[in-house]
C-alpha cells in the first residue's frame, strides 16, 4: 500500500513561516508530478503549488513569491516552504502525488491525510 504522511502544519502569527512536508511510502514504481492543495472552510480545494518530476514549478497567484515547492527525489519527500503567511493562507493543507506503485504499473492520484494551517491575525 502507498501512503503519504504529511508534517509540519501548525499555528502561525502573521508575517510568520511553516514548512510543510510531505513523504511517500510503500510499493511504488515511480513518482511522477507531486503538489499541494489546499481547502479552506466553505471554499472548494485550490492548487497551492506543483511539481513536476524534472523540477518544473508552478504556483497560485495568491501565494507566487511567498511559497516554494521542493521536492526531494532520495526520500519520494515533497516540501512546502511558506513565508510571509497571511491569514488568508489559513486552511487545510493536502499533500497529492501522482504515483505508480509496483504493484499496478499505471498512474494513480493519491492524496495525504491533510495538515492544519492557521494564520492569525
Known amino acids: 500500500q502507498v501512503q503519504l504522511v504529511e508534517s509540519g502544519g501548525g499555528l502561525v502569527q502573521a508575517g510568520g513561516s511553516l514548512r510543510l512536508s510531505c513523504a511517500a511510502s510503500?510499493?511504488?514504481?515511480?513518482?511522477?508530478?507531486m503538489g499541494w492543495y489546499r481547502q479552506a472552510p466553505g471554499k472548494q480545494r485550490e492548487l497551492v503549488a506543483g511539481?513536476?518530476?524534472?523540477?518544473?514549478?508552478n504556483y497560485a497567484d495568491s501565494v507566487k513569491g511567498r511559497f516554494t515547492i521542493s521536492r526531494d527525489n532520495a526520500k519520494n519527500t515533497v516540501y512546502l516552504q511558506m513565508n510571509s503567511l497571511k491569514p488568508e493562507d489559513t486552511a487545510v493543507y493536502y499533500c497529492?502525488?501522482?504515483?505508480?506503485?509496483?504493484?499496478?504499473?499505471?498512474?494513480?492520484?493519491?492524496w495525504g491525510q491533510g495538515t492544519q494551517v492557521t494564520v492569525s491575525s
Open positions: 497529492n502525488a501522482a504515483i505508480i506503485p509496483t504493484m499496478l504499473r499505471y498512474e494513480y492520484d493519491y
Open positions: 510503500g510499493s511504488i514504481f515511480s513518482i511522477n508530478a
Open positions: 511539481i513536476t518530476s524534472g523540477g518544473s514549478t
